[in-house]
């Protein structure tokens, strides 16, 4: 079982530019050192073979076809209402 020692975990905490206490260094070395010895038993399980496990609830996206909708009149159409056009765009009063 992998145990970290103090400097281990001040090391580690350095670099994550954290602040602990002594009563935090202690509780952390005792939790990282559980989180390591769980990943060892993780990698001693034997995986070879298996196929990686994508989706486990057999959900499929729902796809639709893309289709051009009309909605009447063309932008070109509109603009010719436009009191006041810049650019191919209505101009209107600055609003602050």
Known sequence: MTKLSRDDVLKLARLSR???T???VEKFRHELSEVLAYVEKLQAVDTEGLEPTYQ???LKNVMRQDKTID???SPKNLLKNA???QD???KVKRVL
């Open 18 to 20: 954290l602040k602990l």
């Open 22 to 24: 002594d009563e935090e």
């Open 56 to 58: 486990l609830t057999g």
């Open 71 to 73: 909605y009447g009149p």
């Open 83 to 85: 009191p006041v056009l």
């Open 88 to 90: 191919g765009q209505f």
